[in-house]
């Protein structure tokens, strides 16, 4: 039997650190408390990560295609306090389309600018991020948003909801992933975003519509976005016109801790989805051993470093070089 080479094993560990590193902060926070593993523990867990991972879906086809999308934490506080507003005055069936409809204008928009003007998608979406929170402190008043009649409303059946013993966040993240997955995985256009990605230059040369794609993985995140806008505020059925702040960095921490490349081309969202995972029971691990809040932030920072390191090694094969 040959024996297995220190480049094979930080191989295998640059490819599956992400599953690795799942099942290492699983077992350890487990033997720490043992209320980590109870069934509605792990349940909240995945229903309070459901937001920000209906967010990670479509910025992971953002960044999959070699863009990043700074704007998602402020569109989604927009898309909260716009549903909100709308729905006491024109109701909820007309209220929810009307948003994301909005939303998606944001999010054709960003698309335009970076996929047919061809603009650095950081510093577009850095500006969008200012200009969509000023855009919302504008349509609000400055005010906080909160429905009026909170027990005569079915609009809170998308956060609060459940179906089959299944809160409904949780069977929209699920089933938008795998609608999602099969797109990314399965199809033509899918095919099309790996290949921009990886070498926009040979993908424009073969034929495919670089502007095109970029333009429509703009528009996907926009929709998960207003999803999530939706499913937040149907949870609280009230809004703080700031409850999106911040949000970008832990989506996009979640999807390079899913293995997607910040320089473009591969990715998975299944991966994206054990990353928002990853993110939600660290949090939740945290809180059950005494610690404070805050410590959170710190240890999100530990893993953005960790998740670049491990998509540099992945690149070069192992989990460290000599060469600087």
């Not at 929170?133 to 609060?160: R, V």
């Not at 490349?261 to 809180?287: E, H, P």
């Amino acid at each position: 039997m040959a024996a297995v080479t220190k480049e094979q094993v930080g191989g295998f560990l640059a490819r599956q650190g992400i599953l690795v590193a799942f099942a290492v902060f699983m077992v350890g926070f487990t033997l720490a408390n043992q209320r980590f593993v109870d069934p509605d523990n792990i349940l909240g867990v995945i229903r309070s990560s459901a937001i920000l991972g209906v967010m990670a879906l479509g910025v992971t086809f953002v960044v999959i295609s070699g863009n990043l999308d700074l704007s998602v934490g402020s569109m989604m506080s927009f898309s909260t306090i716009v549903v909100l507003d709308l729905h006491d005055k024109i109701g909820p069936a007309l209220a929810i389309p009307a948003m994301f409809a909005m939303t998606l204008c944001l999010g054709a928009f960003i698309g335009f600018l970076v996929g047919y003007l061809k603009l650095n998608s950081l510093i577009v979406t850095l500006g969008m991020l200012s200009a969509i929170h000023g855009l919302t402190l504008t349509y609000s008043g400055g005010q906080n948003m909160d429905i009026a009649d909170k027990e005569g409303t079915w609009f809170d059946f998308f956060g609060q909801g459940s179906a089959l013993g299944i809160p409904v966040p949780i069977l929209i993240f699920v089933l938008l992933a795998a609608v999602l997955g099969v797109v990314l995985s399965k199809t033509p256009f899918g095919r099309k975003v790996y290949a921009v990605g990886g070498n926009g230059t040979a993908a424009t040369f073969s034929g495919i519509r670089r502007a095109r794609v970029v333009f429509t993985c703009y528009l996907i995140s926009a929709f998960c976005v207003a999803t999530a806008g939706l499913l937040q505020a149907s949870r609280s059925l009230g809004s703080q016109n700031t409850v999106g702040q911040g949000l970008e960095l832990e989506v996009l921490a979640a999807v390079i801790l899913g293995g997607a490349s910040l320089l473009g081309g591969s990715g998975t969202i299944f991966k994206t989805v054990i990353g928002v995972l990853i993110l939600g029971f660290i949090q939740n691990g945290l809180l059950l051993v005494g610690l404070q809040f805050y410590v959170q932030y710190v240890v999100t920072w530990i893993i953005i470093i960790l998740a670049v390191w491990l998509d540099i090694a992945a690149k070069r094969g192992k989990l460290w070089s000599p060469i600087a």
